[in-house]
């Protein structure tokens, strides 16, 4: 079963250092996602891409937050000067027609900001 | 306002038994509805879709119940296997394609 990868699995760095998190969308796949979940909380939507473009945001998703798609495959998201808050799990998820049902997510990144 | 809200349990059930777990939504439009299943530290991964006629799949059943606005998980004959946490999840802005979560509820089945 294809499945949408992530990398790193495990992330320290220091606080107001940048941060690149990367994810292999399902190949077929059209819309993209990003969602964090910070220790002990829910799962929460930052952002989706579709056409080269954010197609959504949360407010979560501020100034210090960017994604691209590098090139036919790859699907990043950066943090520009990261904070202790923003120690999470990030995890990538793709569709192939936007439809939430068969939204597949990664295995995540655990990101620790000290 | 939280958009989505369950009881974070913990459910801690025998082998056998039957549990289900509730979750309530606040936004009227929502118009997709789906429950996850998380293991410790894994990705969420979808268990079922939820219909306005109810579904089943196996032993899980899931109902919609747009005048209330919750959404229901049944697990029947509960498997040591079941123990993780449950998701609810909302469309919640018609046309949009992110998912409002609810912080899950913990089920543990216990020998």
């Known amino acids: 079963e294809p499945e949408v990868t992530q990398t790193p699995s495990h992330q320290v760095t220091q606080m107001g250092q940048e941060v690149i998190l990367r994810c292999v969308p399902i190949?077929?796949?059209?819309?993209f996602y990003w969602y964090r979940q910070i220790l002990g909380q829910k799962v929460e939507f930052l952002v989706s891409f579709y056409n080269n473009e954010i197609s959504e945001k949360s407010e979560i998703f501020d100034d210090q937050f960017s994604v691209e798609r590098p090139d036919g495959s790859n699907f990043t998201l950066k943090i520009r000067s990261t904070k202790l808050e923003d120690s999470a799990m990030y995890f990538c998820?793709?569709?192939?027609?936007?439809?939430?049902?068969?939204?597949?997510f990664g295995s995540g990144t655990q990101l620790s900001v000290l | 306002r939280k958009e989505v809200e369950q009881d974070p349990g913990p459910f801690n059930v025998p082998e056998g038994a039957t549990v289900a777990f509730n979750c309530t939504y606040s936004?009227?439009?929502?118009?997709?509805f789906f429950w996850y299943r998380q293991d410790c530290r894994k990705e969420p991964k979808l268990l079922m879709s939820v219909y306005s006629s109810g579904n089943e799949d196996g032993r899980f059943t899931a109902q919609l119940n747009r005048a209330s606005q919750y959404i229901s998980l049944l697990i029947r004959d509960s498997k040591l296997s079941d123990s993780a946490t449950y998701l609810c999840a909302v469309n919640s802005i018609p046309g949009a394609n992110n998912l409002f979560f609810g912080t899950g509820t913990r089920l543990t089945v216990i020998p």
């Open positions: 998820a793709s569709t192939r027609d936007g439809s939430n049902e068969k939204l597949f």
């Open positions: 936004n009227s439009a929502s118009q997709s």
């Open positions: 190949s077929n796949h059209l819309y």
